[in-house]
């Protein structure tokens, strides 16, 4: 199992430019996530999408838009491109898990670095 | 406003010295887990602790759940080179399907 893969690996783009950061996972997972790491503040969501078929905005979605393609792919554009969305992207999927109490545990991909200059 | 604090923000130390990290709040979790993320990789899930006062063990590093599951530590026996890396912690607040994230401890152990 690839797990979840994500690509590109690298991208630079100009300001205004548009891009679609693409990424599927293999473990039937029904959630899905999208992050920004940028240094010293943590991972950062920016959408999620509970099931197929639902998109949510999570803490910073201003300037994306995300689609949900099927249970496997769910994929994040950026319409403009602007410098202070330089940052590292990482998908992620999760299942919900029973211990006595629900809980989830999510799976990354490896991450696009995009530089927008 | 940061929900998990993690301290230290940073801490490199010699091979073979014992250490500890810490993710606290003032929320309860349901649940909590600790990622381990290296550079240029995404974080990649180490121990999910759901019970107050759970204490977790994978070979050197143990976890412990606060009783009153606002906490977390992480200590590490005789810590090693391949221990470097990013120590993320994240909980669960039972709110939706979201995780709330601390920043992070950089972790780096000299050979």
């Known amino acids: 199992n690839a797990g979840v893969t994500q690509t590109p690996k690298f991208q630079v783009l100009k300001t205004g430019q548009s891009m679609t950061l693409q990424c599927a996972q293999d473990?039937?997972?029904?959630?899905m996530y999208w992050y920004r790491q940028d240094p010293g503040m943590g991972l950062r969501l920016i959408y999620y999408?509970?099931?197929?078929?639902?998109?949510d905005k999570g803490e910073v979605p201003n300037g994306y838009n995300v689609s949900r393609l099927n249970k496997r792919e769910f994929s994040l554009r950026l319409e403009s491109a602007a410098p202070s969305q330089t940052s590292v992207y990482f998908c992620?999927?999760?299942?919900?898990?029973?211990?006595?109490?629900?809980?989830?545990?999510?799976?990354f991909g490896p991450g696009t670095r995009l530089t927008v200059t | 406003t940061q929900l998990l604090e993690q301290s230290p923000q940073f801490l490199s130390i010699q091979e073979g010295e014992n250490l500890t990290v810490y993710c606290n709040s003032s929320?309860?979790?349901?649940?909590l887990q600790w990622y381990r993320q290296e550079p240029g990789e995404g974080p990649v899930l180490l121990v999910t602790?759901?019970?107050g006062g759970e204490v977790k063990k994978l070979k050197r590093l143990t976890f412990q759940f606060g009783d009153a599951r606002k906490d977390s530590s992480l200590h590490i026996t005789a810590a090693q080179p391949g221990d470097t890396g990013l120590y993320l912690c994240?909980?669960?607040?039972?709110?939706?399907?979201?995780?709330?994230w601390g920043a992070g401890t950089k972790l780096i152990i000299k050979p």
């Open positions: 992620a999927s999760s299942e919900l898990l029973d211990r006595d109490v629900w809980y989830y545990e999510q799976y």
């Open positions: 473990m039937n997972h029904n959630s």
């Open positions: 999408s509970a099931s197929e078929g639902t998109t």
């Open positions: 929320s309860v979790f349901s649940s």
């Open positions: 602790v759901v019970t």
């Open positions: 994240a909980g669960d607040m039972d709110s939706n399907y979201q995780l709330i």
